[in-house]
T-cell receptor, first 115, second 111 residues
Framework: DGGITQSPKYLFRKEGQNVTLSCEQN?????MYWYRQDPGQGLRLIYY???????QKGDIAEGYSVSREKKESFPLTVTSAQKNPTAFYLC??????????????FGDGTRLSIL | AQSVSQHNHHVILSEAASLELGCNYS??????LFWYVQYPGQHLQLLLK??????LVKGIKGFEAEFIKSKFSFNLRKPSVQWSDTAEYFC?????????FGTGTLLAVQP
């Protein structure tokens, strides 16, 4: 079945460590996205990529980095510069076209906790 | 800045009651509108979308939404809810190429 796989489901890290969240899709989608979901704040866009080897900052990119070396993969690194990294992270993908126009397919999310 | 407001944060209904969840957005240009749903333990999925044409759009599981341009609204409705509709509902608007989500409405349907 086609879909988006995020791993791991739960992640614990010590303060000051960088951590990378994995997102893989087999939907052959060109566009991929990372969101952060906090209680009472909905989903906020961190980074998005419309094509391989290209990505753009979203609304809350500070303290995060991404890469898009392969169409299927869009890993997110939460760096030690991110002041409040404990959150639920969602990865999504969509067909190409104007960003945001195409319905997005979401993964199950990764819950990151900084100890 | 563009924003999306969902006024009801928590809604509790009995089965067979009618549902209306409010969604308002602030953006004067052309928009595309979505409602997403997240059932307990499941990933976020598309419920319905509006791009153009008939402002009353029908989605899965008996849901519908009406786009009222003059009110900048895209309210979600269902005539008779079921216990299985218990979920979190997110309104989203595509404005200037970015998808902006509302804060979500948690719906609990009591049997």
């Amino acid at each position: 079945d086609g879909g988006i796989t995020q791993s791991p489901k739960y992640l614990f890290r010590k303060e000051g460590q960088n951590v990378t969240l994995s997102c893989e899709q087999n939907l052959n989608h060109d566009a991929m996205y990372w969101y952060r979901q906090d209680p009472g704040q909905g989903l906020r866009l961190i980074y998005y990529s419309q094509i391989v080897n290209d990505f753009q900052k979203g609304d809350i990119a500070e303290g995060y980095s991404v890469s898009r070396e392969k169409k299927e993969s869009f890993p997110l690194t939460v760096t030690s510069a991110q002041k409040n990294p404990t959150a639920f992270y969602l990865c999504a993908s969509s067909d190409s076209g104007i960003v945001g126009n195409q319905p997005q397919h979401f993964g199950d999310g990764t819950r990151l906790s900084i100890l | 800045a563009q924003s999306v407001s969902q006024h009801n944060h928590h809604v509790i209904l009995s089965e067979a009651a009618s549902l209306e969840l409010g969604c308002n957005y602030s953006y004067g240009g052309t928009v595309n509108l979505f409602w997403y749903v997240q059932y307990p333990g499941q990933h976020l999925q598309l419920l319905l979308k509006y791009f153009s044409g008939d402002p009353l759009v029908k989605g899965i599981k008996g849901f519908e939404a009406e786009f009222i341009k003059s009110k900048f609204s895209f309210n979600l409705r269902k005539p008779s809810v079921q216990w299985s509709d218990t979920a979190e509902y997110f309104c989203a608007v595509n404005a200037r190429g970015k998808l902006i989500f509302g804060t979500g409405t948690l719906l609990a349907v009591q049997p």
